[in-house]
C-alpha cells in the first residue's frame, strides 16, 4: 500500500499540487457494509472501505470490518467468567483474531489483479493460515508453509461453534 501512495504522490507533485510542503492527491472513497430489506431484514457480517487513487486507480488504504470478529473478541473480553470458552482457547483466540484482518488485506493485496475465484479460495483459507493450518495456503502468498508451528484450528472451529450457538 505504500508503494500505492507514492505511485499516486509522485504525479500530484509533478502537477504543482503541493501546498506548504505538503503534496495534494485526488481519490474515491468507497465503503459498505451490505444490507437487504426483501421481505426480511438482512445484515451482511462483514464490511470494507477503500481509498482509490484518481490517477493510478491504486489501493493506497483498504479496511474490512467483521460482525462475527467484534462480536467474538468483545463477547471474550466482557465475559471472562464464562466458562464455556476455556482459558487457554481464550488467550489464544483474543491473540489470533486481529490478525484475521491481516490475513484479509493480504489475500486482497495478492489478488490485485482481480482474480476472483483464487480471491474467494485465498479468504477462505485465511482463517485456516492464521491459526495455523497451512496446508492448502499458495507459496506465493504464505512465507510460513513448511514452518513448525502449533495448529490452534480445532480450538477456533470449536469456539465459533459455541458462539454460533449463543447467537441463535
Known amino acids: 500500500m505504500e508503494?500505492?501512495?507514492?505511485?499516486?504522490?509522485?504525479?500530484?507533485?509533478?502537477?504543482?499540487?503541493?501546498?506548504?510542503?505538503?503534496?495534494?492527491?485526488?481519490?474515491?472513497?468507497?465503503?459498505?457494509?451490505?444490507k437487504l430489506s426483501y421481505g426480511h431484514g438482512y445484515n451482511s457480517n462483514s464490511g470494507l472501505a477503500c481509498i482509490i487513487g484518481?490517477?493510478?486507480?491504486?489501493?493506497?488504504?483498504?479496511?474490512?470490518k467483521n460482525k462475527f470478529r467484534m462480536y467474538a473478541t468483545g463477547t471474550l473480553l466482557e465475559?471472562?467468567?464464562?466458562?464455556?470458552?476455556?482459558?487457554l482457547a481464550r488467550n489464544i483466540l483474543c491473540e489470533k483474531i486481529?490478525?484475521?484482518?491481516?490475513?484479509?488485506?493480504?489475500?486482497i493485496r495478492q489478488n490485485e489483479g482481480g482474480e476472483v475465484e483464487q480471491l474467494r479460495t485465498?479468504?477462505?483459507?485465511?482463517?485456516?493460515h492464521v491459526f495455523g493450518s497451512r496446508s492448502a495456503c499458495r507459496e506465493t502468498y504464505c512465507t510460513r508453509k513448511n514452518t513448525e508451528e502449533t495448529n490452534f484450528i480445532q480450538i477456533w472451529k470449536r469456539v465459533v461453534f459455541r458462539i454460533r450457538l449463543s447467537s441463535r
Open 3 to 34: 508503494l500505492a501512495i507514492q505511485k499516486e504522490v509522485r504525479p500530484a507533485r509533478e502537477e504543482g499540487h503541493v501546498d506548504e510542503g505538503k503534496t495534494w492527491i485526488s481519490v474515491t472513497v468507497y465503503g459498505g457494509w451490505g
Open 54 to 64: 484518481a490517477k493510478t486507480q491504486k489501493l493506497p488504504y483498504i479496511e474490512t
Open 79 to 87: 465475559h471472562p467468567q464464562d466458562a464455556s470458552v476455556d482459558i
Open 98 to 107: 486481529p490478525r484475521l484482518t491481516s490475513a484479509t488485506l493480504g489475500a
Open 122 to 128: 485465498d479468504l477462505r483459507n485465511g482463517p485456516n
